[in-house]
Nanobody
Framework: QVQLVESGGGLVQAGESLRLSCTAS????????MGWYRQAPGKQRELVAV???????TYADSVKGRFAISRDNAQTTVFLQMNSLKPDDTAVYYC??????????WGQGTQVTVSS
């Protein structure tokens, strides 16, 4: 069992930056991938960025060049540096951890609000 705790959300103006963090605790050795999804009001949850244990990253087209995902050496904390934020980035951001055989754990979510 793994628990994910997110932090770093908040209210910013368009063009500003935020950094989200997500720390995994528990049985973390089997995590194959960590990352972030987001869900805006009235919309489906969508991929933002993920990073595999091997370091391969995947980004949504809408955040390429503005967001950067990274992790610590222990591979238990993942970061999302968000630059040049836009009002369309407003959403609840959820951390995820993937495991072998396709199972996935989610964090509780952190609100990011970008004002114009």
């Amino acid at each position: 069992q793994v628990q994910l705790v997110e932090s770093g959300g908040g209210l910013v103006q368009a063009g500003e930056s935020l950094r989200l963090s997500c720390t995994a605790s528990g049985t973390t050795f089997s995590i194959t991938q960590m990352g972030w999804y987001r869900q805006a009001p009235g919309k489906q949850r969508e991929l933002v960025a993920v990073i595999t244990r091997g370091g391969t990253t995947t980004y949504a087209d809408s955040v390429k060049g503005r967001f950067a995902i990274s992790r610590d050496n222990a591979q238990t904390t993942v970061f999302l540096q968000m630059n040049s934020l836009k009002p369309d980035d407003t959403a609840v951001y959820y951390c995820l951890a993937d495991f072998p055989l396709g199972s996935r754990e989610w964090g509780q979510g952190t609100q990011v609000t970008v004002s114009s």
